[in-house]
Antibody, heavy 118, light 110 residues
Framework: QVQLQESGPGLVEPSETLSLTCTVS?????????WGWVRQPPGKGLEWIAS???????YYNPSLDSRVTISVDTSKNQFSLKMTSVTATDTAIYYC???????????WGQGALVTVSS | QSVLTQPLSASGTPGQTVTIPCSGS????????VYWYQQFPGTAPKLLIY???QWPSGIPDRFSGSKSGTSASLAISGLRSEDEADYHC???????????FGGGTKLTVL
């Protein structure tokens, strides 16, 4: 059974960098799947942020491209997200998930609430 | 502003069939698979339908998906109180090279 678990600080100060890690268990990250991040602001819809393949090939949402970096560590079966210069509008539940290329996500983590506030 | 368009809300009575539409364009729904998710408050989205009309293991066939052109829909038959949740559609977008979502539809069982 594939399981994904997000981890990282729940509170980030404005203008700082948000960092999250997703640990995958029950499945090798070095497979035919992409691994991605999705966020959901309180009371709002879902927004795809970025995805990465085990080779390092990645895709970013153009609306966030300039502030986001996604990376993968196959030795730890983990992938990570960094978002710079955060503001209150980046407050959201951040989910990590798995997907095939050109298809949406199937397995999701439980989500991690990140609040941007001083 | 979501790329895919869903109604904000939908409702039905127990036993009824409710349909939730999802509208897109040629770069997403028109050329790629549609997925549907069910989300209860405080929990992660759960895959309900994949590849337009396929069920993951454990999903009852009361939930069904369909696609025609640049639109898709989720039908829930034999509506139950426990179906009250938010429903999201999603598809890959070739122009974006990424996943796009609908804004989500809140289903109320009256």
């Amino acid at each position: 059974q594939v399981q994904l678990q997000e981890s990282g600080p729940g509170l980030v100060e404005p203008s700082e960098t948000l960092s999250l890690t997703c640990t995958v268990s029950g499945y090798s990250i070095s497979s035919d799947f992409y691994w991605g991040w999705v966020r959901q602001p309180p009371g709002k819809g879902l927004e795809w942020i970025a995805s990465i393949y085990e080779s390092g090939r990645n895709y970013y949402n153009p609306s966030l491209d300039s502030r986001v970096t996604i990376s993968v560590d196959t030795s730890k079966n983990q992938f990570s997200l960094k978002m710079t210069s955060v503001t209150a509008t980046d407050t959201a539940i951040y989910y990590c998930a798995r997907h095939l290329y050109s298809e949406p996500l199937d397995y999701w983590g439980q989500g991690a609430l990140v609040t941007v506030s001083s | 502003q979501s790329v895919l368009t869903q109604p904000l809300s939908a409702s039905g009575t127990p036993g009824q069939t409710v349909t939730i539409p999802c509208s897109g364009s040629s770069s997403n729904i028109g050329s790629n698979f549609v997925y549907w998710y069910q989300q209860f408050p405080g929990t992660a989205p759960k895959l309900l339908i994949y590849k337009n009309n396929q069920w993951p293991s454990g999903i009852p066939d009361r939930f069904s998906g369909s696609k025609s052109g640049t639109s898709a829909s989720l039908a829930i038959s034999g509506l139950r109180s426990e179906d009250e949740a938010d429903y999201h559609c999603a598809a890959w977008d070739d122009g974006l090279s990424g996943v796009v979502f609908g804004g989500g539809t809140k289903l109320t069982v009256l």
